[in-house]
């Protein structure tokens, strides 16, 4: 294609975006051809944020809790995960996820975000008994937890249906899922990355059956490994079909690969434009979905910033305690303040909003910011 024929197909494009119509597999394979100019894709996918988003920068105040990274699987992008007997291998005590719930209560958290490996020896129980724990003694966090990698796990430990299970942990105190475990959709790609884990049919039957039942969830994708630009959308075109039927994904997160401590560390971690690139894509592709966030424990600060003009209206939260990021090499901070977080979004010119899990406003005691309500209306 030459110049000529990549602007008019642009403006096609454009046209269709600016009329609010559905862009093709085809429409996003051409965007993320490089010598289409990154600026006017970003530019295309701030007019869809704005309009959806209007100049809200959200964000939450959260913590991890990784309560063991002892797993069966062996998924060569992932740094975090450990062997039975290896001396990195841990589990955490009941003890120790009390004392984690405290600290969480103690800043003010909202939202606690809850994965972790499959270990060999522990039971469904012991993972439905944490969420327990945590809900009983901490009522006011919300429990966004298990993926559906795990979920597809506890269906095989208990040999009950996905159903029986997501009602099963809702009862204990799940308040939402989070969208790890998608990587990247296309067996291509899947079959070299964790062939053995819950295949792209299981995942996002998991997130069906949770959005049957009310449960909203996150929505993921990993690039910037052995994918190309077909395989990337084809996952963007798979989720936007469940979420036609459905509507419960609340928010999609592109997810950067970060090479370092995995078995794929002769690659190189995706650029700063092609983060940018995905972020403005997604927001152009997933037209269903209210939500984009920039995740900037792994793009970085400034890439996070930046994404907040190039499709993203969200940048997560204080984050405390991450592993999975940061055993794979990044090096940004392991929790910000919420005065930081507000600032950088300030100074990305938008209007910093704190929301709940479920994008409910959450109101703070100006005098104790510990204490703090969720506003009944949608934050949008
Ligand atoms: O499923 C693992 C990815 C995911 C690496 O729902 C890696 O709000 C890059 O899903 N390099 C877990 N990525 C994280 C996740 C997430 C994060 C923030 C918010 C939410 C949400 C969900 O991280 C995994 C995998 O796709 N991952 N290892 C790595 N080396």
């Excluded at 009862?171 to 062939?195: K, T, W, Y």
């Amino acid at each position: 294609m030459n110049a000529t024929e990549r602007s008019a197909r642009f403006r096609e494009i454009r046209d269709k975006v600016e009329a609010d119509q559905r862009l093709s597999l085809d429409d996003g394979i051409f965007l993320y051809d490089p010598q289409v100019p990154l600026q006017a894709v970003g530019e295309l996918a701030n007019l869809v944020r704005e309009r959806k988003n209007g100049n809200a920068g959200y964000f939450n105040i959260n913590t991890h809790l990784n309560p063991t990274n002892v797993c069966v699987y062996r998924c060569r992008f992932c740094a975090f995960r450990s062997d039975l007997r290896d001396p990195k291998g841990y589990t955490m005590s009941d003890e120790q996820v009390i004392a984690r719930g405290q600290e969480a209560t103690d800043n003010g958290c909202t939202e606690m975000h809850i994965v972790g490996g499959l270990h060999h020896q522990k039971p469904y129980q012991w993972y439905r008994h944490l969420i327990e724990l945590l809900h009983e003694n901490f009522p006011q966090i919300h429990l966004k937890g298990w993926t559906a990698v795990e979920i597809n796990w506890f269906e095989f430990q208990t040999k009950k249906s996905v159903r029986w299970v997501l009602e099963d942990l809702r009862s204990a105190g799940l308040g939402s899922m989070p969208g790890g475990g998608a990587e990247i959709f296309h067996p291509e790609v899947r079959d070299q990355l964790c062939e053995h884990k819950a295949n792209t049919h299981a995942w996002l039957d998991i997130h069906r059956n949770a959005h049957e039942i009310g449960l909203r969830t996150n929505c993921t994708m990993l690039y910037g490994h052995v994918e190309n630009a077909y395989h990337r959308i084809d996952h963007l075109l798979r989720l936007r079909e469940l979420q036609d039927q459905t509507g419960g994904f609340q928010v999609f997160i592109p997810l950067a690969f970060h090479p370092e401590n995995t078995k794929l560390s002769d690659l190189k971690k995706p650029s700063a434009l092609m983060d940018l690139r995905t972020m403005a894509v997604s927001r152009l592709m997933l037209d269903n979905i209210q939500h984009i966030k920039a995740y900037w424990i792994m793009l970085g600060i400034e890439t996070a910033q930046a994404a907040l003009a190039y499709g993203a209206d969200d940048i997560d939260g204080t984050v405390r305690h991450e592993l999975i990021y940061h055993d794979a090499g990044a090096t940004t901070p392991e929790c910000l303040s919420v005065d930081d977080i507000k600032q950088l979004i300030v100074e990305a010119g938008r209007d910093p909003i704190e929301r709940d899990t479920v994008y409910n406003r959450v109101r703070r005691d100006p005098n104790d910011y510990t204490q703090w309500s969720i506003e009944e209306m949608a934050a949008v």
